[in-house]
């Protein structure tokens, strides 16, 4: 990844929430940091990169994707994910750990860093395992991973099933400041579950995973958040207890955040009607009145940050029998469309309400204190938005690696123009839509 | 009962011939299309009682018997209704693709379909398999069971044999009993009964039919005397005893106790009802021997109606007519 780049992003519409900033202006990255917001700057021998009509915000940060290397390279590594990063419009992805071997040691955690650096386009944040081989047994060595990198430790798409492991991994947790986020799921009552339970997978004979897997999981992290002190973020938030207990956890003063996907804002159960194996994944899409309880949460704030859980996987491990195609889709190069057309438009949220929560959110829960805001001094990295941009999502042109989107063909409103990490330029989409 | 015995609903004219290109369930199959079906069944019932059982209207039609679940009674059925067509029948039993990671379920289909085969009969145990499939090639597909979705044949044969029995489906009181959450014999049937008008009532424990069955228009209830109560049709699912170990029934025992068919409460029922099983029996568990022998069980006269059904399924989707 390069680094101290240096340009000036002339005439949009710049909306910073971390500095209460919504107006059009110049910002000018130098040396790889904001060096200034202002009007008519002058910059000589800094490329220049023409923002009118567009808003230009401080980077956006995806706090949940799957890099899926090492181990997973057939279905995406750091330089094709990085990379559908920067076309999706994010400077940062923070990525999960069950990777093979896990994020387990600080010799992973290692190797990612030297191939995002190496390979990478965009920042690449790793979120450590909380327990060793992720397998919810024996603490990892958290101390190590938060020395070599880790933002975060979790126990993504395994969900801590014991109770007493987790409670003493928060408490050990908690001299690292860094919070613990959840894959909340009680694995006994997803059972053989593939889908949402309600009308749809009784109609179509699938085994349901009811909401009460994921809620009794949100539950006991808000209680063991209160009881240890450690902040507990809760991934991909999809159903409305889930909503309303985080809603009273962080009324009460409980250190709780939430995140939630745009398929689980913008979809629901009745999509796996055709048994599209793209619309499997954990937790599984839910039915409207969730849908819409999720709206509800990202307008009021109990739900913090937009994050795509971009979860690549091979055709051969989609393309069979529904009960049988693996959990996940793909998120970074559909999410700010979808969370443009499925929020800003319909009114859920403005333009800096949707910046705080793919930008301002996961960098203040991540503790990445020198991004989510354009003030002087912070990372130059920013995301260039066409919020009226109209566009048709076509697999075929991803950066990933993957193709497992339900998504292809879908009309949308607004899509990342320009992707700045650092003062460089990694993704500039006009020309390729001027040519189109 | 003084209901015409002789005169099932004749299809409207708009259903004279098969619109689909496969029969993947009865949820998206219309009252009109269900009745050709039956209809068209009742001309094959005869074919079966000629001295030579055989009819030509396949000839020269290759029929593949796909099934990836063990399965006698589905599969001869399909068999002999094929050859009763004269058409050429191949079986593949391909066995557990849910656990063994071989050939894929598509590159299977296509290698069959390399031989030129004309109709697929497909049983499987994932939901939605025949429709993956029917996505992914050219012959026609029949879904003869998948996972826990539909069976769609098993229905229509119920259906014929509750017509030839005289019952007219608008009003009629079927009552369907035992382990409808994982039933796809169960699904199609009420598919196919309500649309043709029939008052379905479920009943089990809670665990087996959800409340949320009711969505689906029919009555649920785990009292079985209220389930029983006037019916006309008495239809007793199949128990699978690993229901056991999930904790979807404490035990068996207690299922025969509050849900067993008994000739005692089969007195609940119209005098003339009639009881279904789909087959094979647990004896003593669903019901009882005495009930099953009885003369209001029509279980055998299921699986002979289920050649004539499975003709006219494989006629009218080859599209001979």
Known sequence: MKRNGAVLITGGRVVDPSQDLDEVADVLITDGRVAEIGHNIKAAGVPTLDASGCVVAPGFIDMHVHLREPGHERKEDIETGTRAAAHGGFTSVACMPNTNPVIDTSGVIDLIMMRADAVGVVNVFPIGAISAGLEGKDIANIGALVEAGAVAVSDDGLGSQDNYVLRRALDYTNMFGVPYISHAEDKRLTADGVMHEGHYSTLLGLSGIPSAAEEVHVARNAILAELTGTPCHVAHVSSTGSVRIVREAKARGVPITAEATPHHFTLTDACVATYDTNTKMKPPLRSEENRLALIEGLRDGTIDAIASDHAPHADSDKQVEFPLAAFGIIGLETAVSLACTELLHKGTLDLAQLVEKLSCAPARILNLDTKGSLKPGMDGDVTIVDPDAEITVNPDTFASKSRNTPFGGWQLTGAPVATIVAGHVVYDGRTARTGA | ?321
């Open chain 2, 1 to 321: 009962m003084t209901r015409a015995a002789k005169s099932p609903p004749k299809p409207k004219q708009a259903a004279t011939e098969w619109p689909h290109r496969h029969l993947l369930g009865l949820e998206d199959v219309s009252a009109d299309e269900i009745c050709l079906i039956l209809d068209q069944a009742k001309h094959f019932k005869e074919v079966s009682t000629r001295e030579i059982k055989k009819v030509p209207a396949l000839r020269g039609k290759t029929v593949v018997n796909l099934f990836f679940e063990a399965s006698t009674r589905t599969r001869t059925s399909f068999e002999v209704a094929a050859k009763r067509l004269s058409a050429d029948v191949l079986n593949v039993a391909a066995s557990g693709s849910s656990v063994v990671k071989g050939e894929t379920l598509i590159d299977t289909v296509h290698t069959l379909e390399a031989y030129r085969i004309d109709l697929l009969v497909m049983r499987h145990p994932a939901s939605g398999a025949p429709h993956f499939v029917s996505r992914h090639c050219s012959s026609r597909v029949i879904n003869a069971g998948d996972g826990m979705h539909e069976h769609p044949t098993q229905a229509l044969l119920d259906l014929f044999t509750m017509q030839e029995r005289g019952k007219e489906f608008d009003g009629l009181k079927v009552t369907i009993i035992g382990d409808i959450i994982h039933s796809r014999v169960a699904r199609s049937d009420v598919f196919g009964l309500t649309k043709l008008g029939a008052h379905v009532v479920l009943c089990g424990p809670p665990t087996l039919v959800p409340k949320r069955f009711e969505a689906f228009g029919v009555e649920r209830t785990t009292r079985l005397e209220e389930a029983l109560d006037g019916a006309d049709v008495v239809y007793c699912l199949r128990m699978q005893f690993e229901r056991q170990q999930a904790n979807f029934l404490p035990s068996v025992g207690e299922y025969v106790r509050l849900f067993g068919i008994t000739s005692e409460r089969m007195k609940l029922a119209k005098p003339d009802a009639i009881v279904m099983h789909p087959g094979p029996l647990n004896r003593g568990i669903e019901l009882t021997s005495e009930v099953a022998d009885s003369a209001q069980s029509v279980i055998l006269d299921q699986v002979t109606n289920g050649v004539a059904v499975r003709m006219a399924v494989l006629f009218l989707l080859a599209g001979v007519n």
